[in-house]
């Protein structure tokens, strides 16, 4: 299956301006001075889906929450940092190395402080990786360098990481069938998440590389009675797949043959444009 991409992305311009040498001041020695520059950060987000054609996620996801570039995580990393100190004729010299670590709940929180030249990792979170329900996870995530009397630029494009299962039906299968109800299935284990095929189903999003399914049942129309709730329940299982970061998993169930039969299409994306299909014969 060829991975695409139901993206949620948020383009987060990240300018970092060098301070270059400074020293204590006045006419002080400048062997304490330090050489660093700042991260200075600002974001614009978007909610365009990508998928066989685009669309908005807002659309398949009522209420969707779509985070604020200031209401990020943001965690700041660099490796073997350098330590620079100014001697008094103005040269440079490396007093230590270190690894740099720090994380501001939001990006809002974020007071640019002075960072020591070096190549850093920029990385803006939102939400859980490990969390099964309705929203997504979001995260995105850059290499930046400060150098010395230098300014430079990135972008960090923030999309969905996790994945969003759905179940969909077809006119003829929700004109035939009735009292859909259909549990998903994480790990072998049902959840408390159920798809009904009404209005209120939205995706539900899980970690990448789990393994989900649906299991559940509908009625066929009574024979015997105008209720529909008296006809012959039928028990569907759809196999499990597993979960791809930033793809929307869909169960699309169809009935074909005045309901004899029903068909089940995964439409995610693949190599040629072909489907995988689970058949249910006779039910």
Same mark, same amino acid.
């Given at each position: ?13 990240v ?10 001041g ?39 929450k779509v ?31 270190f ?8 990006l ?8 020591f ?26 290499? *930046?360098?400060?150098?010395?009397? @230098?300014?430079?630029?990135?972008? &960090? !494009?923030?999309? %969905?990481r996790? $994945? /969003? ?10 004109n ?34 789990m ?14 009675? *105008?209720?529909?709730?008296?006809? @012959?329940?039928l028990?569907?299982? &759809? !196999?499990?797949? %597993?979960?791809? $970061? /930033?793809t929307l ?31 249910n014969?006779?039910?």
């Open positions: 299956m060829k991975r695409f991409f139901e993206n949620i992305f948020s383009l987060v311009f300018a970092v301006s060098v301070v270059g040498c400074s020293d204590n006045a006419g002080e020695k400048t062997d304490t001075a330090h050489c660093q520059g700042r991260l200075a950060i600002s974001g614009i987000s978007s909610a365009t889906v990508v998928s066989r054609a685009e669309l908005d996620l807002a659309q398949v996801c009522p209420g969707l985070p604020a570039p200031a209401e990020l995580k943001l965690t700041l990393t660099g490796k073997d940092i350098v330590e620079l100190e100014a001697t008094e004729g103005g040269e440079l010299k490396e007093v230590g190395r690894d740099y670590d720090a994380t501001y709940p939001m809002a929180d974020y007071d640019k402080p002075a960072l030249p070096g190549k850093y990792t920029v990385t803006l979170e939102y939400g859980d990786p490990e969390a099964v329900g309705p929203e997504p996870y979001y995260k995105g995530e850059v290499q *930046a360098a400060v150098e010395i009397a @230098e300014d430079n630029y990135c972008r &960090v !494009p923030v999309t %969905v996790n $994945a /969003g299962v759905r179940v969909t039906a077809t006119d003829n299968f929700r035939y069938f009735s009292d859909a109800r259909f549990k998903l299935v994480i790990d072998g284990k049902e959840s408390e998440y159920v798809f009904t095929l009404g209005a209120e189903d939205r995706p539900i999003f899980v970690p990448a590389g393994k989900v399914g649906v299991k559940g049942s509908v009625r066929r129309p009574s024979q015997t009675s *105008a209720d529909d709730s008296e006809g @012959e329940q028990d569907i299982e &759809v !196999p499990a797949r %597993v979960t791809v $970061a /930033g998993h869909t169960f699309a169930f169809t009935a074909e043959a005045g309901g004899a039969g029903l068909k089940v299409e995964f439409l995610d994306p693949e190599e040629g444009g072909s489907f995988d299909e689970e058949l014969d006779g039910a």
